[in-house]
């Protein structure tokens, strides 16, 4: 069973809405943590935001915000305010506890529109 | 620059040839991490260090892949008889902490690996 699942291949948003990349995920461990990350052509990941399976709060950083809903085990990006710039591949990853890795999801490919 | 880098950004080799790929990363970070990312997907792990310790290298797909960070600073990626599926970019990540809680990891620019 893939443990991170982003069911959008592709998205399209006009520059200045908010726009909402989807991410579930699955695991047993009690304790675990979620990032995002974005991948712009140049090829570099860039973390973005983290939430943790504990945290009381939905994270929120500048124009991002990620959604947590522990039961539903989703963990979806809020982009506020979409820039031109923002156009790229953005993955969800999981951390659990005992493991220092990341697992990644497939992506989601983000264009912005003007 | 304080960030991640890896060398070369390119490298084309020819099946069978062997290949080394080298990462420097952020000066203090304990963890280092190398990812393998085939075209269209994320990144997948193949192995951790923490300082000089290969604590975990359960991502390797064969023996024919091999790292190394001797001085837990730099790391090499040594890919030996490269094969077509071994053609992928690899990723470099380093975090401060041992890889728990929040340590983000930084992530260099990876290695294009194009086996012919």
């Known amino acids: 069973a893939q443990k991170i699942t982003q069911t959008q291949p592709g998205m399209f948003v006009q520059e200045k809405e908010a726009v909402t990349l989807d991410c579930t995920y699955d695991?047993?461990?009690?304790?675990?943590?979620l990032f995002w990350y974005k991948q712009p052509s140049s090829g570099e990941m860039i973390f973005l935001i983290y939430?943790?399976?504990?945290?009381?709060q939905n994270a929120t950083e500048g124009r991002y915000s990620l959604n947590f809903q522990k039961a539903r085990k989703s963990a979806n990006l809020v982009i506020s305010a979409s820039q031109l710039g923002d156009s790229a591949m953005y993955f969800c990853?999981?951390?659990?506890?005992?493991?220092?890795?990341?697992?990644f999801g497939s992506g989601t490919r983000l264009q912005v529109q003007p | 620059g304080a960030g991640v880098s890896q060398s070369p950004r390119y490298k084309v080799a020819k099946r069978g040839q062997d290949v080394a790929l080298r990462c420097d990363p952020i000066?203090?970070?304990?963890?280092l991490f190398w990812y393998q990312q085939a075209l269209g997907q994320g990144p997948e792990f193949l192995t951790y260090?923490?300082?000089?310790?290969?604590?975990?290298k359960s991502g390797l797909p064969s023996d024919r892949f091999f790292a190394e960070r001797p001085e837990g600073s730099v790391s090499t990626l040594k890919i030996q008889r490269t094969q077509q599926e071994d053609s992928a970019v690899y990723l470099c990540?380093?975090?401060?902490?041992?890889?728990?809680?929040?340590?983000?990891?930084?992530f260099g620019p990876g290695t294009r690996l194009t086996v012919t």
């Open positions: 990540a380093s975090s401060f902490f041992p890889g728990q809680g929040k340590s983000e990891q930084y």
């Open positions: 695991t047993s461990d009690p304790s675990y943590g």
């Open positions: 260090f923490q300082n000089e310790a290969q604590l975990d």
């Open positions: 939430q943790g399976s504990y945290d009381q």
């Open positions: 000066s203090g970070h304990v963890s």
């Open positions: 990853a999981m951390r659990e506890t005992g493991r220092r890795a990341l697992t």
